[in-house]
């Protein structure tokens, strides 16, 4: 299959991989540039814990990022390895989801919601479930791929 016969759904998920993988390393960004005012964030108010459990994701956020950039290569040019680097980024993405909602719900950090609290929440549900929906879905274009 040539570049200009990609079905538009692979285009589609080749493209929120990279939002994905931009918005997280902008997540970073902003981060470490309030470095010094994450103490007064009320999750690190909440929980002791918080801001040394945050600064442990770094290198992990980054595989995800580096697999999901990938994966988005590989499935724009429809290429073999874009099937490869998608369920990787794909299952990445699970695994970062699974540990961060675990965290939260151990700690009691889903509530109250306010803004940092909501911006947890959409992030988590955002990994889970384009990650699951990635999984499933390139598994199901791997004829196209292969």
Known sequence: MSETTRPAGV?????????????TMAFWVVFFADYEGQSRSFLARECEGWFLWERSFPA????MAVVCLAGAMGLWKMRPWGLLFSLVAGGALIFLGLMDALFF??????WPVNFDVATEMVIHVWVLAFGSFVIVYVWGKR????
Do not use: H, S
């Open 11 to 23: 285009t589609a998920v080749a493209i929120l991989m990279v939002v994905t993988a931009v918005l």
């Open 60 to 63: 992990a956020d980054a595989w």
């Open 105 to 110: 719900f151990q700690n009691g950090l889903y």
């Open 143 to 146: 004829g196209l791929l292969l």
